[in-house]
Every structure is written in structure tokens, then in C-alpha cells.
């Protein structure tokens, strides 16, 4: 049974690029949540998406924007990139959209920005 | 403002010795989860906690969520080199809010052997 897989692992791009990360959930999983991991900081929420919609979003601008596909894989989106988005991208899957079920992490893309 | 403060944030300790790690908050939670983060991986949960006053054991970890259901404790007892990782704490249902889990900054614990 695979666990959630995230591609791809590392990246760099340079200030105003665009960048897609992509994330499978767990088997049986239809809920996805992406999180940003900046050096020496907790997961921050992104947004959570729940049948092909964004249900929850955190407190990150427009710039970041993600999509979710019927087979319940999901990309975050960012445009206009910044050095501060610099980060560990994790994606987390878990069943149902409440939130309180159990969340299983991806390992995560490093994403550094120039 | 972070809304859940985690100490101590390094420890570096020998193999066999024992440690607590602390999460508090000022806000009520519905639940809170205990991860650890190994390096170049995502967190894997250890334990949530629902009631106050509960007490989770897993192995030689105890995990306590405080009467009021804004603090928690991680002891570990007679820590080993694999229990080196980032320990996060995540409350969720702050307040009667959003049941996404809310990170504190997370404990970076060394064992060394």
C-alpha cells in the first residue's frame, strides 16, 4: 500500500517563476492538505481540497493556488515567486474533510528559490 | 503570533538519559497530536489526545494533555539515537475553529550514542 508521494523531492527556480509541486494521497484517501515548512518552523496550512474543491485555506496570498483531480492527486501552484518561499512543501492526505481524521505526510519537495 | 509555544527548542542529550518536551498554548483545544520528523521526511503521528487530564503511553513515550486542554507534555524515558527527530505538537479546533491541526515551531531533539 503506497503512503502519499510527492514529486518532485528538490527544486530551485529563481525570483518570478512559477513552480507546480504534485502529491498522491494514500490509498483510499480523498482529502488533501498542503502545508509550508520554512528552516526551523512547524508545517504552516495552506489549504485543504475536498472533491476537486479548495474547502479551507490559510493565511497565504493568491499567489498560491492548487487544483485537486477526480483521482484525488493534487498540485499547489505558485506564481511570482519570492525568496521567503523557500520551504519544504508537504502534502498531507487523510479521509473525509473534517480534519480531524488522520493526516499521512508526504516526504516533501524543497523548493529554494534564488 | 504563534498559538502553540514549544520548549525546550534544541536538546541535545546521551543515550539513557530521560527528557520532557512542552507544548502550551492560551487557547482551548479539541485535540492535540504529538509527530516526529525525521530529516528529509514528512512528520509521522505518534499519539492524539482528546480529554484532559489523559495520559497515552507508547513504549518508553508518555504523553499527557493538560486539565484544560491547552498544554501538553512529552516524556521520553531512557532516550535512544533513534529518538533523534523534530518533535511537533499540533492542536486542533481551537476555540470551537477549524479542525486543521495548527503546528507549533517543534522541539529538534539529538541522542547521542
Known amino acids: 500500500d503506497a503512503g502519499v508521494t510527492q514529486s518532485p523531492t528538490h527544486l530551485i527556480k529563481t525570483r518570478g517563476q512559477q513552480v507546480t509541486l504534485r502529491c498522491s494521497p494514500k490509498?483510499?484517501?480523498?482529502?488533501v492538505s498542503w502545508y509550508q515548512q520554512a528552516l526551523g518552523q512547524g508545517p504552516q496550512f495552506i489549504f485543504q481540497?475536498?472533491?476537486?474543491?479548495?474547502?479551507q485555506r490559510g493565511n497565504f496570498p493568491d499567489r498560491f493556488s492548487g487544483h485537486q483531480f477526480p483521482n484525488y492527486s493534487s498540485e499547489l501552484n505558485v506564481n511570482a515567486l519570492l525568496l521567503g518561499d523557500s520551504a519544504l512543501y508537504l502534502c498531507?492526505?487523510?479521509?473525509?474533510?473534517?480534519?480531524?481524521?488522520?493526516?499521512?505526510f508526504g516526504p516533501g519537495t524543497r523548493l529554494t528559490v534564488l | 503570533t504563534q498559538l502553540l509555544e514549544q520548549s525546550p527548542q534544541f536538546l541535545s542529550i546521551q543515550e539513557g538519559e530521560n527528557l520532557t518536551v512542552y507544548c502550551n498554548s492560551s487557547?482551548?483545544?479539541?485535540?492535540l497530536q504529538w509527530y516526529r520528523q525525521e530529516p528529509g521526511e514528512g512528520p509521522v503521528l505518534l499519539v492524539t489526545?482528546?480529554?484532559?487530564?489523559e495520559v497515552k503511553k507508547l513504549k518508553r513515550l508518555t504523553f499527557q494533555f493538560g486539565d484544560a486542554r491547552k498544554d501538553s507534555s512529552l516524556h521520553i524515558t531512557a532516550a535512544q539515537p533513534g529518538d533523534t527527530g523534530l518533535y511537533l505538537c499540533?492542536?486542533?479546533?481551537?476555540?470551537?475553529?477549524?479542525?486543521?491541526?495548527?503546528f507549533g515551531r517543534g522541539t529538534s531533539l539529538i541522542v547521542h550514542p
Open positions: 499540533a492542536g486542533a479546533g481551537a476555540s470551537g475553529g477549524s479542525y486543521i491541526p495548527t
Open positions: 490509498s483510499g484517501h480523498d482529502t
Open positions: 498531507a492526505s487523510s479521509l473525509g474533510r473534517r480534519g480531524t481524521d488522520t493526516q499521512y
Open positions: 481540497y475536498y472533491e476537486e474543491e479548495e474547502r
Open positions: 489526545v482528546v480529554t484532559g487530564g
Open positions: 487557547s482551548v483545544f479539541s485535540s
